[in-house]
Nanobody, 126 residues
Framework: QVQVAESGGGSVQAGGSLRLSCTASGLQFDDYAMGWFRQAPGKEREGISCITDGGGTTYYADSMKGRFTVSRDNAKNTLYLQMSSLKPEDTAIYYC???????????????????WGQGTQVTVSS
């Protein structure tokens, strides 16, 4: 049984930083590219980033380049998202998800991801 779980969310003031983690079990972690998504209240889920199976290539949404950094430790079956210079508009539930080994040019299409976590809440106050 595949299980994906995010952690590390919480409340932070604007300008602060958080690091989210995502652990996966029940699958061969290094066979999967991993993505981060978020969904704010009343808004559609949006793609943040994707990292290939070996971690050699990363993709980011334009609005998050330079502030968010994705990484992974395949030995620990763990994905990370380092977030800095957080803004109130970053408030959302953050999800990680697994897909095939490559991110592709359509990496932000949520329907291409097979396994999802339950999400972790990030709240940024002004």
């Amino acid at each position: 049984q595949v299980q994906v779980a995010e952690s590390g969310g919480g409340s932070v003031q604007a300008g602060g930083s958080l690091r989210l983690s995502c652990t996966a079990s029940g699958l061969q972690f290094d066979d999967y590219a991993m993505g981060w998504f978020r969904q704010a209240p009343g808004k559609e889920r949006e793609g943040i980033s994707c990292i290939t199976d070996g971690g050699g290539t990363t993709y980011y949404a334009d609005s998050m380049k330079g502030r968010f950094t994705v990484s992974r430790d395949n030995a620990k079956n763990t994905l990370y998202l380092q977030m800095s210079s957080l803004k109130p508009e970053d408030t959302a539930i953050y999800y990680c998800a697994a897909r095939g080994p490559y991110c592709s040019s359509h990496w932000s299409d949520a329907e291409d991801y097979k396994y999802w976590g339950q999400g972790t809440q990030v709240t940024v106050s002004s």
